[in-house]
C-alpha cells in the first residue's frame, strides 16, 4: 500500500514540470483529484502558482505523514489481558 502511494506521488512530481496548468483560486478547495492535480501542475510564476506548488507539497507531505502513523500503529504489540489478577505480595506491616 505504501509503494502504490509513493509512485502516485513520484508520478505526479514527474509530470508535474512537464505539464503548466493555470490553477485558480477555486483549486484550493481540492474537492477533487482534478483540482489537485491542477495545483500540483501548476507553474510558481505568480502569487497563486507558487501557492499552489506549496498547497500540493504540504498536501503530500500530510498523506504521507499520517499514513505513515497508521501504519506505525498497526505494528504496536498488542497488551495482554490474563484472565485471572496476578497476586500481590503481603505485606508484613499489617
Not at 478547495?29 to 489537485?36: G, I, M, N, Q
Amino acid at each position: 500500500m505504501i509503494l502504490k502511494k509513493w509512485t502516485i506521488a513520484a508520478g505526479l512530481a514527474l509530470i508535474a514540470p512537464c505539464v503548466s496548468q493555470a490553477a485558480t483560486e477555486a483549486n484550493f478547495d481540492a474537492r477533487t483529484t482534478a483540482d489537485l492535480v491542477e495545483l500540483c501542475t501548476a507553474t510558481p510564476d505568480n502569487a497563486i502558482g507558487t501557492a499552489a506548488v506549496n498547497f500540493c507539497e504540504g498536501f503530500a507531505q500530510g498523506a504521507v505523514l499520517v499514513e505513515m502513523q497508521n501504519m506505525a500503529g498497526f505494528r504496536r504489540p498488542k497488551a495482554i489481558l490474563h484472565a485471572e489478577p496476578a497476586a500481590l505480595p503481603q505485606s508484613g506491616a499489617e
